[in-house]
């Protein structure tokens, strides 16, 4: 009896202690952050009800007619799924059937759409980025919103991006391409090629 009573007052002293820090704003703050993140979760979910979506997964400008995911796509821990915002633009995030995005990737849309096909490997943290800053004289960079000259980014089904790896705005990679880790990709990839290097150039062919 005397047992069960000091766990019951130990389980009441911790909910008091809770409640006590709710004084301070910066925990509000992390809560409303939290949860608002949840909700950004649950809505990428409702999209793409066939993908596997880790729990850690953020995003930034979701709106529901920007996202899609195919049966067996899985996107893992800590990747950023970024759409943009109103001073950018917003583009779409497509990812194909069977694909697999790994750990610390970011994806920004902002003023183009990226679209990934079918059964490819995104290594982990890798940098995909759609649309780049206009960078004109005479105007802060950050005040110049997407440059329309150069955006969009297609990655066709079956292709490899290695650890690492940036693509950079315009940019089409064909079905079947490999990207070697760390490479900055800058052109478009014929299908089948293998690249690497900084920028990236062709290194060989899938046989």
Same mark, same amino acid.
């Given at each position: 009896m005397v047992f069960m009573q000091a766990? @019951?007052?130990?389980? %009441?002293?911790?909910?008091?202690?809770?409640?006590?820090?709710?004084?301070?704003?910066a925990v509000i703050q992390d809560l409303g952050k939290r949860r608002l993140q949840r909700v950004e979760l649950? %809505?990428?979910? $409702?999209?793409a009800p066939?993908? &596997?979506?880790?729990?850690?997964? %953020?995003?930034?400008?979701h709106r529901s007619e920007l996202f899609s995911a195919g049966?067996?796509? $899985?996107? &893992?821990?800590?990747?950023m799924l970024?759409?943009?915002?109103?001073?950018?633009?917003y583009g779409r995030i497509k990812v194909g059937a069977r694909t697999w995005i790994g750990q610390y990737n970011n994806l920004r849309a902002g003023g183009g759409d990226i679209m990934i096909g079918d059964d490819c490997?995104?290594? $982990?943290? =890798?940098?995909?980025?759609?649309?780049?800053?206009?960078?004109? &004289?005479?105007?802060?960079? $950050?005040? @110049?919103?997407?440059?329309p000259a150069r955006c969009g980014i297609v990655?066709?089904?079956?292709?490899?991006?290695?650890?690492? =790896?940036?693509?950079?705005?315009?940019?089409?990679?064909?079905?079947?391409?490999?990207?070697?880790?760390?490479?900055?990709?800058?052109k478009d990839v014929p299908m089948f090629e293998i690249w690497g290097s900084v920028p990236a150039r062709k290194l060989g062919e899938r046989l």
């Open positions: 766990i @019951q007052l130990r389980s %009441l002293l911790n909910i008091l202690r809770g409640v006590w820090l709710f004084r301070h704003d649950d %809505l990428l979910r $409702q999209a066939k993908a &596997r979506i880790s729990d850690t997964v %953020l995003s930034y400008g049966e067996g796509a $899985q996107i &893992r821990e800590g990747t970024a759409f943009g915002d109103d001073s950018n633009g490997l995104i290594s $982990q943290f =890798c940098s995909i980025v759609a649309s780049n800053h206009g960078h004109a &004289r005479g105007m802060p960079i $950050q005040s @110049q919103g997407a440059d990655i066709g089904n079956d292709v490899w991006l290695g650890a690492g =790896c940036a693509i950079m705005p315009g940019v089409t990679i064909g079905d079947g391409a490999i990207i070697g880790a760390n490479a900055v990709v800058t």
